[in-house]
């Protein structure tokens, strides 16, 4: 009998999100299993446990995808996963925390598209705020987006926590430019310098009203993923998809949240059919994420 194509679902939460569970089926897993409330300190076991199991032609057909709320708990698992192979014994593995890093690829994605088609610019030097930017998905958009050369502020309630937020992307991954923490009572006096918002509060908070949008001088593009009204952004549709923003007197483009979802879908659904398409192992995590979602936007 064939080996199955089985993944390993870690999660460090209660749950292992469904959401997850599909693609993996839909990507052409034959089967997922789930591991919750994970700790760190027990991936190298379990990955130990998966690799000796099933001989050279089974290690081929089986994979490890990390989940969880964190993203640099997430990567520190991916990296675990990475060290404790023995070779020839070795999978692949790919880490996509509460979809932060798909999602976070996908909306950088289609801002650059933006920015490229409707203002003849790239990200290398635009100055960002990432509001709702102390979540997963806003703090994985601010390491893309500041590795790509953007300027990021990530705002929240709380400056000391967007401080500490901002200081783990820093200290945890090189960014080429450094990324910066402000409270949400900041923004009005941040606006007269932004080129980009990304809004990533939780689902169904508004962040950014219709005066705001108006006093945005060189405001040229906004992304908003949230799906659930109101829209994080006053003005922005949810199908919005590069569309001049109601309000907007500098010609800021809008980018909804089922624009982002669909580039977001085809690129966790690619990497995680890729992680049984190869050879070689891979170990996939945003920055991989990014790269197929320019591929995307690109087609
Ligand atoms: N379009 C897609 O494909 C897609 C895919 C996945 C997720 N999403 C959406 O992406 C968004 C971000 O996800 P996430 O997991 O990163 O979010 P999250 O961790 O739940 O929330 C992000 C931030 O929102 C802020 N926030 C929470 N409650 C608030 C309130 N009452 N008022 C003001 N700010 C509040 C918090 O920042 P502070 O405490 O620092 O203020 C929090 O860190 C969600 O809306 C989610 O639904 C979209």
């Known amino acids: ?23 993996a089926y839909d990507a052409g897993w034959d089967a997922c299993i789930p591991y919750i409330q994970v700790d760190t300190d027990e991936v190298k076991g379990l990955v130990e446990d998966a690799i000796f199991s099933r001989g050279p032609t089974g290690v081929k057909r089986t994979g490890i995808f990390i989940g969880g709320r ?9 990296d675990i996963c990475k060290n404790s192979m023995v070779p020839p014994f070795v999978i692949s593995a790919f880490a996509d925390p509460s979809g932060a890093f798909t999602t976070a690829a996908a909306m950088v994605a289609k801002v650059e598209q933006a920015l490229r088609e409707h203002h003849d610019t790239e990200l290398d030097g635009q100055r960002i ?11 994985a958009a601010a390491v893309i987006a500041s590795g790509a050369g953007a300027r990021v502020t990530i705002l929240g309630r709380q400056k000391e926590k967007c401080d500490a937020a901002a200081a783990l992307c820093n200290d945890k991954y090189e960014a080429s430019t450094p990324v910066d923490g402000a409270a949400n009572d900041d923004l009005d006096a941040l606006l007269d310098e932004t080129d980009v918002i990304f809004a990533s509060a939780a689902a169904g908070i508004q962040l950014m009203s219709q005066e705001q949008i108006a006093h945005a001088p060189r405001l040229k593009a906004a992304a908003d993923v949230n799906a659930v009204p109101p829209s994080g952004i ?6 919005d998809d590069a569309e001049v923003i109601d309000g907007s007197t500098s010609g800021a483009r809008g980018i909804g949240a089922l624009a982002i979802g669909n580039i977001k879908y085809q690129t966790q659904q690619r990497l995680l059919q890729q992680m049984w398409e190869t050879e070689e192992p891979v170990y996939y995590h945003f920055e991989h994420a990014f790269e197929i979602a320019r591929q995307c936007t690109a087609e």
Not at 129 to 139: D, E, F, I
Not at 234 to 239: A, I, N, R, Y
């Open 70 to 78: 964190d993203m640099h708990q997430a990567m520190e698992m991916l």
């Open 234 to 239: 006053h003005g922005l549709g949810v199908m």
């Open 129 to 139: 705020l990432a509001l709702g930017g102390t979540g997963p998905v806003g703090s």
């Open 1 to 23: 009998m064939d080996r199955r194509y089985l993944l390993h679902m870690l999660t460090s939460a209660k749950n292992l999100s469904p959401f997850d569970a599909n693609m």
